[in-house]
């Protein structure tokens, strides 16, 4: 069949173009992409920022959809509405073979290294495809985001115990947090933007904030909002090879980092500080199946509410207009396109 599909055809340029999509092959179904949730990897690749990327593409990976058809047999049905598991894993490969398929050796991810969802109907494994009972489309939307911050979480161990930083309060962030209610004995987040900020204290779970900025002594901030300490378990969600850095003398003795942002460069570390504290340090990277059930499961039940996420909706028609005034708006916290 042949559709309208919103391509990343360069920096800065969205272009509604006419494309064919094939025949679901077999052990795939074809969705109704009903909402896409806009990201921080769509505004770097819009705005030229991520490195190996290639034009043109068409984005869209946070998909919400509706299954049209399957060709073989399957969980799903008909009618039926899911959230999209973009990642494309190889089962045969030794990292999915030990469970790690967030992180196989030959990942693809839609709508980064293939295209995505930008457009009315797409292809997708059944195996990708994960039910929903009661969660609504912009729920739905919203669940790959989330899942970045469960797997985080996940990978952290976090105990009752721990004393939790969590730098950045962007999307990702705020994905983490929401995971981490109730889980430790003390939760500061920090970040450099008033606004940003401005939302965490809403969150539950969220003890203390700190803004970042050149006038404040950060590491007093920190000790104080943390009891006295340094905090025992850092997430970094900001991306900032500054922060990461600062993560490595920010963190208690015996402590654990979990980088969930991702800085495209070295960070180098001091080794002595490094061996004198015995830091534990964790890349966390996408999320596995079972966490996208975990994730939806915590909506369902009312355990994470995402509906004040959403400050911005983008008819998928004015998409290719309004994208770029919108992923500048500095109130923007989630913008959702809706078809
Ligand atoms: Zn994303």
New binding site residues.
């Given amino acids: 069949m042949t559709q309208p599909e919103i391509v990343l055809a360069g920096p800065g340029r969205l272009e509604l173009r006419w494309g064919e999509l094939s025949d679901p092959g077999p052990g795939e179904a074809r969705v109704r992409v009903r909402r896409i ?1 806009v ?4 505004i770097h690749a819009f705005h030229g920022r991520q490195p190996f990327f290639e034009y043109p593409r068409i984005l869209g ?2 998909l919400a959809a509706e299954v049209l058809s399957v060709n073989g047999d399957s969980t799903v049905q008909p009618g039926e509405t899911v959230a999209v598991e973009p990642y494309l894993n190889d089962p045969d490969s030794p990292a999915s073979r030990r469970g790690k398929t967030n992180c196989c050796e030959s990942l693809r991810v839609l709508g980064v290294h293939c295209d995505g969802g930008m457009r009315p109907e797409i292809n997708v494994p059944v195996s990708k495809l994960h039910l929903a009972a009661s969660a609504s489309l912009d729920q739905l939307a919203l669940v ?2 989330l899942c ?1 911050g469960q797997h985080a979480v996940n990978r952290s161990r976090v105990g009752k115990d721990d004393v939790i930083l969590v730098s950045g309060a962007g999307p990702i962030g705020l994905s983490v947090i929401s995971f981490l209610k109730g889980r430790g004995k003390r939760l500061v987040v920090a970040d450099l933007s008033e606004k940003r900020l401005a939302f965490c204290p809403e969150m539950p779970g969220v003890d203390a904030t700190i803004q970042v900025g050149p006038e404040i002594d950060f590491e007093k901030s920190l000790r104080e909002a943390s009891g006295g300490g340094l905090p025992d378990l850092v997430f970094d969600a900001t991306g900032s090879r500054a922060s990461m850095l600062s993560t490595f003398t920010l963190t208690a003795h015996g402590g654990r980092i979990v980088f969930v942002g991702l800085f495209q460069g070295e960070v180098v570390f001091d080794d002595p500080n490094f061996h004198r504290r015995e830091l534990t340090v964790m890349s966390s990277r996408n999320a596995t199946s079972s966490e996208f059930a975990q994730v939806i499961a915590a909506m369902e039940s009312g355990e994470v509410d995402t509906d004040p996420w959403i400050t911005h909706r983008i008819p998928f028609g004015d998409v290719t207009a309004r994208f770029g005034e919108v992923i500048s708006d500095p109130l923007l916290r989630k913008a959702v396109i809706e078809m």
Avoid: K, P, V
């Avoid at 990201?39 to 769509?42: I, K, L, R, S, V």
């Fill in positions: 949730g990201c921080g990897t769509d990976h946070e790959e985001m970045i």
